[in-house]
């Protein structure tokens, strides 16, 4: 029996960052990108290089609340001191909400049960200049009342190839589970509040398609326009043809809020 | 007469800036300055010259509520439409709030009757990415009866010469009409909440010496981590030695707030 030897467990991570200085999540050969980043503060903790499993691909820009990822590493201090040390080495756009323990057959991205993101819309005038990297512009108000009716079409289990990147492989069949929108006419912050109209949109879904959550944006967004009538979503979904339906949003209004899971 | 001729009004600008991206306020031969894009700004309007004035300097990375400047024009058209043309020209991260034709004689620093600065600092775990060049930060939680009991001596009409930038010239004397500080214990932002502690400190003076808030910050929180005694400030005012009081506090938590005129 070797009694100091430290077995590798498989560690899970809720991650928090601002998207605005990175390249997304996955590793490149060249540009800051949060797995790159998180894996090379794994190294320096661990002396060995360690693969960080992300529960998907996140795009520039685009931020996190509680983004997911795995790892398997010999550690035998608590989870805390694991948490403590990561965000030590960690730069201050990153941080470690939370270390769990998983199971050795826990997979940040397969065993995800669902994602939830929300994207921020200002609408018109008096946008908050600490705003410009979190939430997302337009110049006009819209109807709300178009866009719920519209958002309605979308829910449930399609084909979702209208509303994702061209060229993307594999199917395109998802479940969206919920979607809300909400009017806000005040926003706060730290420094004071501002009087305004943004729109909080929320999606859920057991997984999304690349860039799917910022199409479905650009198209509901022509809805609120009156450019296209609610009911066309109908259409759009059944052409499964990206060209269909409206433009992708910019990345700096999007944010993964929370992936669930059966162990936590 | 010559009815088309446009005479030269004094136009007041209420700016809101994001400090991050600016070496302050004041023109500069290099580098950018919230002065500088503003001046830039106005010769593409005007198709000349303009120079801005403003309230008082503010440091690299301090942000601005309710910056003040004014300037000599000519302007046949509306307020409104002056205020649409200077957004329109001007990057994100500056916003004309309000303009204001005011009288010849006023002058956005010499007529102003009191500054009123808030601070922001976060105290301990949890602070949220998005919040890095917003709100200053540090480790442990401070006393706050003890910093208000200190707070309560930096009021009134002093010799601020130990809360100032050494070298600075000119009479040292301002009068501190207003501090408070606040505790919070909920942060809110469009995204989301976070959980935690942050300060929110508030100055109000006819006007402030260069640092002065900051070095401010910095000495109440030596008396909040008890290092020193809140009788102390008494003390360190009447030194007159830069030396005596505490660390001058990084700019990101500081925001010019608001400008007080007898004009409006």
């Known amino acids: 029996m070797r009694s100091k030897d430290v077995s590798l467990s498989n560690f899970c991570l809720i991650i928090e960052y601002d998207g605005s200085g990175f390249l997304g999540w996955q590793k490149q050969k060249e540009g800051r990108t949060v797995q790159g980043v998180l894996e090379e503060v794994l190294e320096r903790i661990f002396k060995k290089k360690?693969?960080?499993?992300?529960?998907?691909?996140m795009d520039a820009g685009v931020h996190a609340l509680g983004q997911v990822a795995n790892f398997f590493a010999p550690w035998n201090h608590s989870l805390s001191q694991l948490k403590t040390a990561l965000n030590s080495f960690l730069p201050?756009?990153?941080r470690i909400r939370e270390v769990k323990r998983v199971s050795p057959s826990f997979h940040s991205r397969f065993s995800a049960l669902s994602r939830t993101y929300i994207y921020l819309l200002w609408e018109g005038e008096n946008f908050p200049v600490f705003?410009?990297?979190y939430v997302s512009r337009i110049s006009q108000k819209l109807n709300l009342s178009l866009m719920k009716k519209g958002a309605v079409y979308l829910l449930g289990r399609h084909d979702f190839t209208s509303f994702s990147k061209k060229g993307e492989k594999g199917s395109k069949v998802r479940t969206l589970k919920e979607i809300d929108i909400f009017r806000r006419k005040k926003i706060s912050l730290p420094c004071?509040?501002?009087?305004?109209?943004?729109l909080l949109f929320r999606f859920k879904a057991d997984s999304f398609l690349h860039q799917m959550v910022r199409i479905m944006v650009g198209t509901?967004?022509?809805?609120g326009r009156r450019k296209i009538a609610p009911e066309?979503?109908?259409?759009?979904?059944?052409?499964?043809?990206?060209?269909?339906?409206?433009?992708?949003?910019p990345p700096q209004g999007l944010y993964l809020v929370e992936v669930e899971y059966e162990e936590f």
Chains 1, 2 share one sequence.
């Open 50 to 57: 360690i693969e960080v499993k992300g529960q998907g691909r």
């Open 220 to 223: 509901l967004v022509e809805v």
């Open 131 to 133: 705003l410009r990297n």
């Open 232 to 249: 066309r979503i109908r259409e759009i979904l059944s052409s499964r043809d990206r060209t269909q339906a409206g433009p992708t949003f």
């Open 92 to 94: 201050e756009d990153i």
């Open 192 to 198: 004071g509040e501002w009087r305004g109209s943004f």
